[in-house]
Nanobody, 125 residues
Framework: QVQVSESGGGSVQAGGTLRLTCTAS????????IGWFRQAPGKQREGVAS????????LYADSVKGRFTISQDRTKNTVDLQMNRLAPEDTAEYYC??????????????????WGRGTQVTVSS
């Protein structure tokens, strides 16, 4: 059974950095896509970044390009989201999600089957 979980949220001031980690377990086949999503109060869940476990193209939302970096540690089956130059509009609950294999739309939440419980990121001005 595939499980994903997040860690690393917290509170920072604008301009600060945070690093989130997604741990994925239970995959029996390679090259599954992992995505980071976020949801602010009153807003829809949106895709932030995505990567293929084992290697493959990464994808970023326009709002985070140049500030956020997604990466993986193959030995640990983890996917990190390094978030730099954080802004108050980045405040949200952040979720890690796993898909079965590849997806057509890597930043669309409904492409993913397995979801973590989320971790809160709060950026103050």
């Amino acid at each position: 059974q595939v499980q994903v979980s997040e860690s690393g949220g917290g509170s920072v001031q604008a301009g600060g950095t945070l690093r989130l980690t997604c741990t994925a377990s239970g995959y029996t086949t390679p090259h599954n896509r992992i995505g980071w999503f976020r949801q602010a109060p009153g807003k829809q869940r949106e895709g932030v970044a995505s990567i293929v476990l084992g290697g493959g193209p990464t994808l970023y939302a326009d709002s985070v390009k140049g500030r956020f970096t997604i990466s993986q540690d193959r030995t640990k089956n983890t996917v990190d989201l390094q978030m730099n130059r954080l802004a108050p509009e980045d405040t949200a609950e952040y979720y890690c999600a796993g898909a079965d294999g590849g997806v057509w739309y890597p930043l669309k939440p409904n492409e993913y089957l397995y979801w973590g419980r989320g971790t809160q990121v709060t950026v103050s001005s």
